[in-house]
Nanobody, 124 residues
Framework: QVQLVESGAGSVQAGGSLRLSCVFS????????VGWFRQAPGKEREMVAA????????YYTDSMKGRVTISKDNSKNTVYLQMDSLEPEDTAVYSC?????????????????WGQGTQVTVSS
């Protein structure tokens, strides 16, 4: 089992920045791929970025590419998502999710462990 807890929710104006944190725990010895996903009202959940905890390999989808940076601190069992130049269209619930291993998949269904989600609101 893997448990994930997100933090860093907030409301910002367009052009602002936020950093989300995802603390993971449980059976993590074999390495995880941790992804950040978002779901806007009326839209499907989509991946934003992912990182492997063992090697630090990073992956970005086109949804926010160039405006986000994913990173990790294994000493704190934490994955971060730095979001810059935020736009009102980025308003969504952001969740982190994990799957065992270091193989990257962008599909929601590939991730079996999920945090509770955190609301990000960007106003114009």
């Amino acid at each position: 089992q893997v448990q994930l807890v997100e933090s860093g929710a907030g409301s910002v104006q367009a052009g602002g920045s936020l950093r989300l944190s995802c603390v993971f725990s449980g059976r993590t010895n074999y390495g995880l791929t941790v992804g950040w996903f978002r779901q806007a009202p009326g839209k499907e959940r989509e991946m934003v970025a992912a990182i492997t905890t063992r090697n630090g390999d990073t992956y970005y989808t086109d949804s926010m590419k160039g405006r986000v940076t994913i990173s990790k601190d294994n000493s704190k069992n934490t994955v971060y998502l730095q979001m810059d130049s935020l736009e009102p269209e980025d308003t969504a619930v952001y969740s982190c999710a994990a799957r065992w291993g270091s193989t990257y998949y962008p599909d929601v269904s590939a991730y079996g462990y999920w945090g509770q989600g955190t609301q990000v609101t960007v106003s114009s």
